[in-house]
């Protein structure tokens, strides 16, 4: 009612969030399907990561060769959690920032961000992002050299790429640097093969010798 003494007064409707660097599908799956396609081909995997993993990747490769982005990231999600299964090998730095664990149910008071303001929360999102991007990249090109695949001419954007976080934060400008390796990574880095359990055929039987 009109005037009640207890009622708390109307909050003013935030106005959204526009990210600082216009992101489109594409772009936003390609940045982690190609550093996954490095995860899935580390030595821990000796050359035929688990069908349970390869699945959700193909689903994304998928998905992003016919252009359904949406759809890629959708996989990638899941190949995210897969990642973080205890079953698997545990990933090393800084590929282990592809994991995503589910959290258990916790009070919102719990999350040290809680009542920041969104814009800043935004902020903080898109650096650790950046931040995670840099290590992939710099770790997908070093991994790629090491494994016959040449990617040493991306290393001077990579680098780039970090003076201009360290100087700049998250601009465009850090993005043309970074993406180009993630677009070489697809071209040129062999997308990993699925584990084939080859079952040993039994034995002929000896031919019987007849007697003459």
Same mark, same amino acid.
């Given at each position: 009612?009109?005037?009640?003494?207890?009622?708390?007064?109307?909050?003013?409707?935030?106005? #959204?969030?526009? $990210?600082?660097? *216009? +992101?489109?599908?594409? %772009? !936003?799956?390609? /940045?982690?399907?190609? &550093?996954?396609?490095?995860?899935?081909?580390?030595?821990?995997?000796?050359?035929?990561?688990?069908?349970?993993?390869?699945?959700?990747?193909?689903?994304?490769?998928?998905?992003?060769?016919?252009?359904?982005?949406?759809?890629?990231?959708?996989?990638?999600?899941?190949?995210?959690?897969?990642?973080?299964? #205890?079953?698997? $090998?545990?990933? *090393? +730095?800084?590929?282990? %920032? !592809?994991?995503? /664990?589910?959290?258990? &149910?916790?009070?919102?008071?719990?999350?040290?961000?809680?009542?920041?303001?969104?814009?800043?929360?935004?902020?903080?999102?898109?650096?650790?992002?950046?931040?995670?991007?840099?290590?992939?990249?710099?770790?997908?090109?070093?991994?790629?050299?090491?494994?016959?695949?040449?990617?040493?001419?991306?290393? #001077?954007?990579?680098?780039?790429?970090?003076?201009?976080?360290?100087?700049?934060?998250?601009?465009?400008?850090?993005?043309?640097?970074?993406?180009?390796?993630?677009?070489?990574?697809?071209?040129?880095?062999?997308?990993?093969?699925?584990?084939?359990?080859?079952?040993?055929?039994?034995?002929?039987?000896?031919?019987?010798?007849?007697?003459?």
């Amino acid at each position: 009612m009109p005037g009640a003494p207890n009622r708390p007064p109307p909050k003013d409707p935030e106005a #959204p969030v526009v $990210p600082a660097i *216009p +992101e489109t599908p594409e %772009r !936003l799956a390609l /940045r982690r399907l190609a &550093p996954s396609r490095v995860a899935l081909r580390l030595d821990q995997w000796k050359g035929a990561p688990n069908s349970d993993l390869l699945t959700p990747f193909d689903k994304a490769e998928t998905a992003y060769i016919a252009g359904d982005y949406v759809a890629a990231l959708q996989a990638l999600d899941q190949l995210s959690i897969r990642f973080a299964e #205890p079953r698997w $090998p545990t990933l *090393p +730095e800084p590929f282990k %920032r !592809l994991q995503v /664990r589910i959290p258990p &149910p916790m009070p919102p008071h719990w999350d040290p961000e809680h009542g920041m303001a969104v814009p800043e929360k935004e902020m903080r999102r898109a650096r650790r992002i950046a931040d995670d991007q840099l290590a992939l990249a710099r770790a997908s090109v070093g991994w790629a050299n090491a494994h016959g695949t040449n990617l040493s001419s991306l290393a #001077p954007r990579v680098e780039e790429a970090a003076a201009l976080l360290e100087s700049e934060g998250v601009v465009a400008g850090f993005y043309d640097r970074v993406d180009p390796v993630w677009l070489a990574v697809r071209e040129q880095v062999q997308r990993p093969a699925n584990a084939t359990v080859a079952r040993a055929a039994p034995a002929a039987a000896p031919e019987e010798v007849g007697e003459a």
